[in-house]
């Protein structure tokens, strides 16, 4: 077995071996250009799967790696272009791709050989220089997807700033040439492709801004029992168990656009319907101004880890908790930056209230807007508990309280409807907890409730107390559950036209951080009930 260089050379060779991989094809090569000795390298990174080919090549026309040309046998081919022009270009072609680097004689059997292929050339660029040409070629004639040739820019960015550290230790010496218009920006998508390529061969699918699958890898086709090439033109939605979770990954994106990578636990489906645990890391591509032209999706299988049922019930709650945190974040920056002038515009509407003292019409509209303005500041302080409570400050907490606290908010909007709501909640049904949490949670479920209702439907809020626990129900006469109440309370699962399926998400943290439950189910005698079940006390 050949021993790997080391150094730079052996460190670019790992990263064309492992980018190979990545994106599905068969080999990559480094081209470096000696503009002193006019002179051009060939520094080859090719795919275990491949080797045979290479081989072969090799016994028609002798050793590749580390072959070098004179500028005048590759001044009419498609890698110096690339190289002078500094541009990325693609050819079916052999003959196009080498100019006269090999004789006609070789390159016809060679064709033969490796089959129908394609070939991209790109120019590894730092600063105002270009280093060298990184060729990749892959299987069938079909051109190279968007989504690829901007990993593959990345790939060739980063080489080109390793050569520049030492060129020496590679051949390269070059010197400004061509138009710039193909200068790239550094980019942190770069740094973690790297740390991909540097790793294990990873499930990789390349899907575009309208999650479709523009290419698989191997690796890919193998872990979700597709044939080759079969899941490109598909969407991304059917390797998962849950398509809303790959939407709220990907939308994570564009919410937090400086945030090029994502990484969560998921449940991913097989071609033929079987589920199994695993981890998604989703890495944002964009073009050099600033476009989105798509995503690379890497998977991890961890079934492995999966080994009983209450592994599964583990992993679940792990990934759940992932969501959250990640759901936590958004909430606190968009949430955060509402409130503040939700804020200051209550504040200057209670001084003007105070101001008047004519015109009662006035003052009750100005009441009315105040409600209205708590009752969306209710609303984004629930997003906000999908961030850590660390600031939480347990109390006493009586519940009857809690419960109109929360229903007075909602009195605007329920009684223009003719719906009615009944408090059964004794006074004095106390537990310790956070009572800005509680009151999200029975705000979120009374308004679940009241929505569901009819014009003049109505909505009970009861409770059992007992000496260890406090159980509360929300019901309401409503037409019920159409769905698996278990699926209400994963996040962005929603029935509501507008809905966001962020509410019962909230809840159900909350009342679990107290160490409690929530869980819905249908009325024998129709329409909804939301138990909450918690304990007296909580142990910190």
């Known amino acids: 077995m050949q021993e790997r260089p080391a150094g730079i050379a052996g460190i670019i060779e790992s990263i064309l071996r492992g980018s190979t991989r990545i994106l599905g094809c068969t080999s990559a090569s480094l081209i470096v250009f000696n503009d002193v000795r006019r002179e051009v390298r060939l520094r080859v990174g090719t795919a275990a799967e491949s080797l045979p080919d290479l081989e072969q090549v090799e016994a028609l026309a002798g050793s590749i790696e580390g072959a070098s040309f004179s500028f005048d046998d590759v001044s009419g081919s498609l890698v110096y272009r690339s190289w002078k022009q500094r541009i990325v270009l693609e050819t079916s072609s052999l003959g196009d791709l080498a100019g006269n680097a090999f004789g006609t004689e070789i390159l016809g059997p060679v064709m033969d050989m490796i089959g129908e292929r394609r070939f991209i050339c790109v120019p590894a660029l730092t600063g105002d220089l270009c280093q060298g040409v990184v060729v990749f070629d892959k299987a069938g004639a ?25 060129p020496d230790d590679v051949g390269a010496q070059t010197s400004p040439c061509g138009s710039p218009e193909t200068l790239r920006r550094a980019e942190p998508a770069g740094d973690q492709l790297i740390h991909m390529a540097m790793g294990e061969s990873p499930p990789v699918v390349m899907v575009d801004a309208d999650s479709r699958i523009t290419s698989s890898n191997d ?6 029992g597709y044939p080759s090439g079969e899941m490109v033109d598909r969407s991304v939605e059917d390797l998962f168990k849950d398509p809303q979770q ?24 097989r071609r033929n319907g079987r589920q199994f645990p695993g981890r998604v890391e989703t890495l944002l591509l964009a073009d050099n101004e600033g476009q989105v032209v798509g995503f690379l999706v890497l998977f991890k299988d961890q079934s492995a880890l999966v080994k009983s049922q209450e592994d599964r019930r583990g992993l679940d709650r792990l990934m759940r908790q992932e969501r959250l945190a990640t759901m936590g974040e958004m909430a606190a920056q968009l949430a955060h930056e509402i409130r503040n002038p939700l804020v200051a515009i209550g504040a200057t509407l209670e001084y003007v209230a105070g101001d008047l003292e004519e015109g009662r019409d006035v003052r009750e509209n100005i009441a009315d807007v105040r409600k209205e303005i708590s009752r969306i500041d209710m609303i984004l302080k629930a997003y906000l508990s999908l961030a850590a409570r660390h600031g939480s400050s347990l109390a006493v907490v009586d519940l009857a309280q809690v419960v109109e606290d929360a229903s007075k908010i909602l009195d605007g909007s329920r009684k223009s409807t003719g719906k009615t709501f009944t408090s059964l909640v004794p006074e004095g049904a106390t537990v310790l907890a956070d009572v800005d949490g509680l009151r999200h949670v029975f705000f979120n479920l009374l308004l679940n409730a009241l929505e569901a209702l009819p014009w003049g439907g109505e909505v009970t809020c009861s409770s059992t107390v007992g000496p260890d626990q406090v159980t509360l129900n929300v019901e309401d006469t409503g037409p019920g559950l159409s769905c698996d109440p278990r699926e209400c309370f994963q996040t962005f699962f929603t029935t509501k036209k507008n809905g966001t399926g962020l509410g019962l998400t909230v809840c159900r943290k909350i009342v679990e951080a107290h160490g409690g439950t929530v869980r819905l189910e249908n009325r024998e005698e129709g329409g909804c009930r939301a138990v909450v079940t918690l304990p007296r006390k909580v142990t910190t």
């Open 142 to 166: 079909a051109p190279f997807s968007r989504q690829q040739r901007e990993v593959l820019l990345l790939y060739a960015q980063r080489i080109g700033d390793i050569i520049e550290s030492d």
């Open 219 to 224: 690796a890919a086709d193998r872990l979700f």
């Open 246 to 269: 790959i939407r709220a990954l990907l939308n994570h994106h564009f919410l937090f656009l400086a945030d090029c990578h994502f990484e969560e636990g998921s449940v991913l489906r």
